[in-house]
T-cell receptor, first 110, second 113 residues
Framework: QQKVQQSPESLIVPEGGMASLNCTSS?????YFWWYRQHSGKSPKMLM?????GEKEEGRFTVHLNKASLHTSLHIRDSQPSDSALYLC??????????FGTGTSLLVDP | EAAVTQSPRSKVAVTGGKVTLSCHQT?????MYWYRQDTGHGLRLIHY???????EKGDIPDGYKASRPSQENFSLILELASLSQTAVYFC????????????FGKGTRLTVV
């Protein structure tokens, strides 16, 4: 049973459109949520992190976190072809290891 | 940027053979990790270490051993490689576990035939 569930598995959005990705942890011991991005054939790189309830924005990327439901979402506005990648959600707690979901494969259609 | 170097970058191994994957970090990080990535499974933690000469089991340790001879080096050992161990393996490091970023190496593509 995957402790970090992501949806959808894959997503196609038009260039300039909005992409919305979801992630939920079933482990109530987690405190920190991460979004990593992995381009094809490359290693994962941290995109954004969120530790408190609410919203965090960095450029075209916005993350939301609801700690009560252990749900986080990533929203990409004005999507670009270079945003096409595998987006991995991860959760961790102090003293606990980082657990990844299976990812959402995003394709931005030019 | 944090540097994690893996070697080899790709390897073909025979079933039943011994495979050693090496990882070196220059970040002065305490924590090091080995993950494997298969299609449809994201990243799964095999072993990790928070101090030299000590390793801990992750979520899928069966069939793997790990060694941390120094703060900078962390190896993954497959004593008897099997077809099911064909995957991409990532080494990573972090300052501490929990609320700090994990930095990944470029990965090793292992094919067991």
């Amino acid at each position: 049973q995957q402790k970090v569930q992501q949806s959808p598995e894959s997503l196609i959005v038009p260039e300039g459109g909005m992409a919305s990705l979801n992630c939920t942890s079933s482990d109530r011991n987690v405190d920190y949520f991460w979004w990593y991005r992995q381009h094809s054939g490359k290693s994962p790189k941290m995109l954004m992190s969120i530790f408190s309830n609410g919203e965090k924005e960095e450029g075209r990327f916005t993350v939301h976190l609801n700690k009560a439901s252990l749900h986080t979402s990533l929203h990409i506005r004005d999507s670009q072809p270079s945003d096409s990648a595998l987006y991995l959600c991860a959760a961790s707690g102090m003293g606990y290891k980082l657990t990844f979901g299976t990812g959402t494969s995003l394709l931005v259609d030019p | 940027e944090a540097a994690v170097t893996q070697s080899p970058r790709s390897k073909v191994a025979v079933t039943g053979g011994k495979v050693t994957l090496s990882c070196h970090q220059t970040n002065n990080h305490d924590y090091m990790y080995w993950y494997r990535q298969d299609t449809g499974h994201g990243l799964r933690l095999i072993h990790y270490s928070y101090v030299a000469d000590s390793t801990e089991k992750g979520d899928i340790p069966d069939g793997y051993k790990a060694s941390r001879p120094s703060q900078e080096n962390f190896s993954l050992i497959l004593e008897l490689a099997s077809l099911s161990q064909t995957a991409v393996y990532f080494c990573a490091s972090s300052d501490r576990t929990g609320n700090t970023e994990v930095f990944f190496g470029k990965g090793t593509r292992l094919t067991v035939v």
